[in-house]
């Protein structure tokens, strides 16, 4: 069985502040994480994933996050916000092996104030 | 990255009528579809598990009578809500992970938001 948890539902933060949304995860197989954005109506797009390999990926729109098997985190992070980064996100986990649907955990809004 | 096209994006029916949302891979063959519905300010939850060839494989609790899901082909997913009540009103939203060189990523449609009066 998979899972994930967000901690914090909201996380608010200054434009050009440090970004950082939590992600931990469990899982009885080697797992495949994921971050996801969701805008307002749309659905979800890829901000990155981590297979095998480096464990600090790099995404889209400045964002990275550290796969930490130690700590089964798998933190998101951008160094300077900005006001179109508003936006909810999901961290999410799968596997190759059991069932391939991913597992979402419960989503983190972010907020940028300027 | 993959497209994932799905339509509508928005729906409105009278409770009681049954509403088909479709969900088409436009540039890859997509062995394995996902559904999955999402209430307001929540996560998403998988409804079921559609694979080209064969039946759709649905989460407990989700009533495969009420949606109907069906692989038609490998570029094409549809969600039937049969006899639509005001508590099916959500944000419907598929994925699809391809054959070859995307199997660990999926692919999400724009969601269709279903609301039922």
């Known amino acids: 069985a998979q899972s994930v948890t967000q901690l914090g539902s909201h996380v608010s933060v200054s434009e050009g502040a440090l970004v950082l949304l939590r992600c931990n995860y469990s899982?009885?197989?080697?797992?495949?994480l994921f971050w996801y954005v969701q805008y307002p109506n749309q659905g979800l797009q890829l901000l990155l994933k981590?297979?095998?390999?480096?464990?600090l990926v790099k995404g889209i729109n400045g964002f990275e996050a550290e796969f930490k098997k130690s700590e089964t985190s798998f933190h998101l992070t951008k160094p300077s916000a900005h006001m179109s980064d508003a936006a909810e996100y999901f961290c999410?986990?799968?596997?190759?092996?059991?069932?391939?649907?991913?597992?979402f955990g419960s989503g983190t809004r972010l907020q940028v104030q300027p | 990255g993959a497209v994932v096209s799905q339509h509508p994006s928005r729906v409105i029916c009278k409770s009681g009528t049954s509403v088909k949302i479709e969900c088409r891979s436009l540039?890859?063959?997509?062995?394995?579809m996902f559904w999955y519905r999402q209430f307001p300010k929540q996560s998403l939850m998988l409804m079921a598990t559609?694979?080209?060839?064969?039946?759709?494989?649905?989460e407990q609790g989700v009533e495969k009578d009420k949606f109907l899901i069906n692989h038609a082909s490998l570029t094409l997913s549809t969600l039937t809500v049969t006899s639509a009540h005001p508590e099916d009103s959500s944000f419907y939203i598929c994925?699809?992970?391809?054959?070859?060189?995307?199997?660990?990523?999926?692919?999400f449609g724009q969601g269709t938001r279903l609301t039922v009066v």
């Open positions: 999410a986990v799968s596997s190759d092996t059991g069932r391939r649907a991913l597992t």
């Open positions: 994925s699809v992970k391809g054959r070859y060189g995307l199997n660990t990523e999926a692919f």
């Open positions: 981590y297979t095998t390999g480096a464990t």
């Open positions: 559609s694979n080209e060839g064969s039946k759709a494989t649905y």
């Open positions: 899982s009885s197989v080697p797992p495949y």
């Open positions: 540039d890859f063959q997509a062995t394995t």
